[in-house]
């Protein structure tokens, strides 16, 4: 029982450890401290819901969304898009910074504010936006909505999860004790993950006294955006083409 834990722990560390377009936007959440537990808890859900269908009925659900499906179709272009514009959005906040007349200097405080006057917005939120702009409420909702949409716009996370965990999983017996070992083992890497990165990342704090850091940071995101789109169109060229 034991091996098959450590089993889904390595498969769940090679699947999540990487710094992808929702990893990005939760160390730049939690850099911010703004909502960062909102944040964490709906990646949370998101992999505890998705996981759990990919080890326990990957086989019915993978018959909707297999590869060459319409409806992947659809979601990777629709995924494709809105990293396109988060991406947009990034390089505008990091112009931004870099234009900014008191990129030296600035205390923690002061660059924490600058970073989230510049977060970039998701598009689902701006219904939300022009009711109340700076209502903690509607932050809080612009921070889920964008979580939701980086996590579930995106394509490789259900290849991740319905082929590759759900691909494993399969290998196991049918037996509830195995599969529910292996998908503990999974969900104690996304736990400790985002908890660790949310919060932890914060002793760079110091590091973020200066607007270019941000510019830096954002820049980056931008990268990673446009490189796992790229990557979408490629794959779903080569899936419909």
Known sequence: MMSIFIKG??????????????????????????????????????????????????????????TDSVWFLLLGLFGMGFLLYYAFKSLQSA?????????????????????????????????????????????????ILTTLALTLLNPNFYLDTFIIIGGVSATLGNGGYERWAFFAGLICVSFVW???????????L??????????????????????VCYYLGVFLWGQFA
């Not at 537990?37 to 996981?51: G, K, P, W, Y």
């Not at 006057?117 to 702009?133: F, H, I, N, Q, V």
């Not at 850091?213 to 980056?220: E, G, P, Q």
């Open 9 to 66: 722990v390595l498969l769940g560390i090679s699947l999540i450890v990487v710094i992808g377009p929702q990893n990005a936007f939760v160390i730049r959440q939690g850099l911010l401290k703004s909502h960062i537990l909102s944040v964490i808890i709906v990646c949370l859900a998101c992999d505890i819901i998705v996981m759990g269908a990919s080890v326990f009925g990957a086989a019915m659900i993978g018959n909707v969304l297999g």
């Open 95 to 143: 112009l931004q910074a870099l234009k900014s007349p008191e990129s030296i200097g600035f205390d923690i405080d002061s660059s924490r504010q600058f970073a989230l006057e510049s977060t970039p917005k998701s598009p689902l939120d701006s219904g939300a936006e022009s009711k109340a702009p700076s209502s903690p409420e509607s932050t809080r909702a612009q921070a």
């Open 194 to 204: 985002y908890f660790g990165v949310g919060y932890g990342v914060r002793i760079l």
């Open 206 to 227: 110091p590091l973020f006294k200066n607007p270019r850091a941000w510019a830096v940071l954002d820049s980056f995101t931008a990268l990673v955006m446009c490189g």
